[in-house]
């Protein structure tokens, strides 16, 4: 539902911003679909500028788009964070995924 909701308002500003959308393992309930009209603002989401020390890039090989085949245009891409988090005495790892259009 999000995705289709994304490519929706990719359309309806045609090209004008980014729009993203956030998704959170295991932790649906946080994803989101934010519109930036910063690029550089942008740059700092997609480079993980914000919180280099507690959230690691997700590998290469990774791919959320083919994983939960979520039914996206081809020209959008994703980018994967995670980070292990000690909450009360249960280990999680998190991960937060970045989907946009690519221009």
Do not use: Q
Request: proline letters at 4%; a positive charge.
């Amino acid at each position: 539902m999000l995705a289709a909701k994304l490519v929706e308002l990719d359309e309806s500003i045609n090209g004008k911003y980014k729009t993203l959308l956030f998704l959170s393992f295991p932790f649906l309930s946080h994803s989101r679909i934010d519109i930036c009209i910063d690029s550089k603002h942008f740059e700092k989401l997609t480079s993980n500028a914000d919180a280099p020390s507690s959230w690691l890039p997700v590998g290469l090989k990774r791919n959320v788009l083919s994983e939960y085949d979520l039914a996206l245009p081809a020209e959008y891409r994703a980018k994967g964070f995670c980070r292990k988090s000690t909450e009360l005495k249960d280990i999680r790892t998190e991960e937060n995924w970045i989907i946009w259009k690519a221009k």
